[in-house]
T-cell receptor, first 114, second 117 residues
C-alpha cells in the first residue's frame, strides 16, 4: 500500500512556542490530506481537509489561526500549532489520498506542551 | 448526518477465544464505504478492510472476518482464535461517495480489545 510519513513522531515544546508537523506521501501524489486530533482513549476528530494549492477547510470549532495548515505540493502538507499551550497537547495524525476511497495514515505525532 | 457507533468500549478475552467487535452506522447516502482500522499502542492506524455499500458479501482474511448487514446498518468484525498481538483499539469508520459533501471519514469511538495470555 501507499506510504505516508509523518514527522516528528513526538515533540515536546515550551508553552508559547510554535511547532510544525510534516505529512509526506512517499510514493504517490496526494491531492487531499486530512489532519486529525486524538485525545487519550478517544476517537480521531477531523480538524481540517487540505487540498493541494488551496486553503484548508477547517471543521467547526477548530481555530484556523491556531492550527495553520499548508499543502504546497502534492506530497507535503504541514500543520503548525502556533503559540502552543498545554491544552494543545495531543496526538495528531494525518492521512493522504489521491482521489480514491482509501486514506493512508501517517504514524502520528505526539505533542506535549510544557 | 453520518454517525458510527461502537457500543463496546472495552473487551477483554483470553487468548484463543473468538471475539466480535460491533459497528453500527447511520447515513443518508446510498453509496458509501465502511472501514475497519487497528490502532496498536504505538499509535499508527493500520488499515484492515474497506467495504462499499453495494457489496454485501462477507469477507474472510485469515483469522479476521467481517459481516456486513445493510438491513441492520451493521459492519461487525470477528477475530477468530485471538492472540495477544491482536490487543489494540479498533475503529470502525464510514465515508460517503467521493466528491460528495459526506466524503469525510467518520470514525466510531473505538473498541479497546485486550487479549490476555
Amino acid at each position: 500500500g501507499a506510504v505516508v510519513s509523518q514527522h516528528p513522531s513526538w515533540v515536546i515544546c515550551k508553552s508559547g512556542t510554535s511547532v510544525k508537523i510534516e505529512c509526506r506521501s512517499l510514493d504517490f501524489q496526494a491531492t487531499t490530506m486530512f489532519w486529525y486530533r486524538q485525545f487519550p482513549k478517544q476517537s480521531l476528530m477531523l480538524m481540517a481537509t487540505s487540498n493541494e494549492g488551496s486553503k484548508a477547510t477547517y471543521e467547526q470549532g477548530v481555530e484556523k489561526d491556531k492550527f495553520l495548515i499548508n499543502h504546497a505540493s502534492l506530497t507535503l502538507s504541514t500543520l503548525t500549532v502556533t503559540s502552543a499551550h498545554p491544552e494543545d497537547s495531543s496526538f495528531y495524525i494525518c492521512s493522504a489520498e489521491t482521489g480514491g476511497t482509501e486514506a493512508f495514515f501517517g504514524q502520528g505525532t505526539r505533542l506535549t506542551v510544557v | 448526518a453520518q454517525k458510527v457507533t461502537q457500543a463496546q468500549t472495552e473487551i477483554s478475552v483470553v487468548e484463543k477465544e473468538d471475539v466480535t467487535l460491533d459497528c453500527v452506522y447511520e447515513t443518508r447516502d446510498t453509496t458509501y464505504y465502511l472501514f475497519w482500522y487497528k490502532q496498536p499502542p504505538s499509535g499508527e492506524l493500520v488499515f484492515l478492510i474497506r467495504r462499499n455499500s453495494f457489496d454485501e458479501q462477507n469477507e474472510i482474511s485469515g483469522r479476521y472476518s467481517w459481516n456486513f448487514q445493510k438491513s441492520t446498518s451493521s459492519f461487525n468484525f470477528t477475530i477468530t482464535a485471538s492472540q495477544v498481538v491482536d490487543s489494540a483499539v479498533y475503529f470502525c469508520a464510514l465515508r460517503g461517495f467521493y466528491g460528495g459533501a459526506t466524503n469525510k471519514l467518520i470514525f466510531g469511538t473505538g473498541t479497546l480489545l485486550a487479549v490476555q495470555p
